[in-house]
Nanobody
Framework: EVQLVESGGGLVQPGGSLTLSCAASGFTFDDYTIGWFRQAPGKEREGLSS????????YIADAVKGRFTTSSDNAKNTVYLEMHSLKPEDTAVYYC????????????????WGQGTQVTVSS
């Protein structure tokens, strides 16, 4: 059974940092692309990053470039989203997802999704 489990969300002050983890199981990790998305109340789901595990090719959305990075620990089947200089508008539920195709993909191309983790940026 394919499983993606996000962790690391929580409450952080503006300007702070947070690292989210996405632990994957039930599939051949190296064959997939793992993406991070977020969705704030009343807003559409937004793509943030992707990493193609086989060659570590990464993409970061322009909206968060310079503040967010993504990486993987293949030994742990885990992908990370490192977030810095967080702003109140970064408040959302953050999801990781897995797709068989490489590169920067739309949400509809991801086949497996985690349950999400809440990130709240507030003083």
């Amino acid at each position: 059974e394919v499983q993606l489990v996000e962790s690391g969300g929580g409450l952080v002050q503006p300007g702070g940092s947070l690292t989210l983890s996405c632990a994957a199981s039930g599939f051949t990790f190296d064959d997939y692309t793992i993406g991070w998305f977020r969705q704030a109340p009343g807003k559409e789901r937004e793509g943030l990053s992707s990493i193609t595990i086989s060659d570590s090719d990464t993409y970061i959305a322009d909206a968060v470039k310079g503040r967010f990075t993504t990486s993987s620990d293949n030994a742990k089947n885990t992908v990370y989203l490192e977030m810095h200089s967080l702003k109140p508008e970064d408040t959302a539920v953050y999801y990781c997802a897995a797709a068989f195709d490489p590169g920067w993909l739309g949400a509809e191309e991801y086949h497996h999704w985690g349950q999400g983790t809440q990130v709240t940026v507030s003083s």
